[in-house]
């Protein structure tokens, strides 16, 4: 298996597309390997947490990120379609505040790495959407973190054409300058 991978305007956040081999029977692709993680990545993760999420249309979650045992996620969409976003909460890093969007779907099968150290959300640009996402630590509520999904701050270009559908943790999250964030 191969990854072809895209960087993007956020050092360390990658698109990765895997090799598909497609017929008159219909596709196959091998979605992971930690092999080809490593070789196209140069880096390694150890994938301990699998998380499937199931939205209608204009659904958004996040911003979301783990303080303590911070998650890398490998994200990805087997149904529909999503506008994925990456927003790097690292204090000390030069790109810090800085965010990047892809356009992630069933039918591109692009998925996006995004390191430990950055919020992550997304919104379903289609009728509906099925997004799996691999971690590189299990799901700990204490240390889960919500960022105001419209921080004015950070000034994230959401494709939408009305109001979001929210949880209320992220309604009510805190923008930028009250959040808990990376050193």
């Known amino acids: 298996m191969a990854y072809h991978v895209t960087t993007t305007a956020l050092p360390g956040v990658l698109v990765l597309e ?10 196959f692709f ?21 998380n499937h999420s199931v939205s209608t249309s204009r659904v958004l979650r996040g911003l979301h ?21 990456a927003v790097d909460l690292r204090r000390a890093s030069p790109t810090f505040r800085h965010w990047v969007g892809v356009d992630l779907s069933a039918e591109n099968r692009r998925q996006l790495w995004v390191p430990e150290g950055f919020g992550h959300g997304f919104v379903v640009t289609s009728p509906g959407a099925e997004v799996l996402y691999k971690t590189t630590e299990y799901w700990m509520p204490e240390h ?40």
């Open 18 to 27: 895997p090799k598909v081999f497609e017929d008159a029977r219909g596709a």
């Open 30 to 50: 091998e979605s992971h390997t930690d092999l080809a993680f490593t070789a196209a990545t140069g880096l390694e993760r150890r994938f301990v947490q699998d």
């Open 65 to 85: 990120y783990q303080l303590v045992r911070p998650q890398g996620k490998l994200v990805r969409v087997i149904r529909g379609s999503i506008f994925d976003v």
């Open 144 to 183: 889960d973190r919500s960022l105001r999904w419209d921080d004015p701050s950070l000034a994230i270009a959401w494709p939408l054409s009305g109001p979001p559908l929210l949880a209320a943790k992220d309604a009510a999250a805190p923008d930028l300058a009250h959040a808990d964030l990376f050193d």
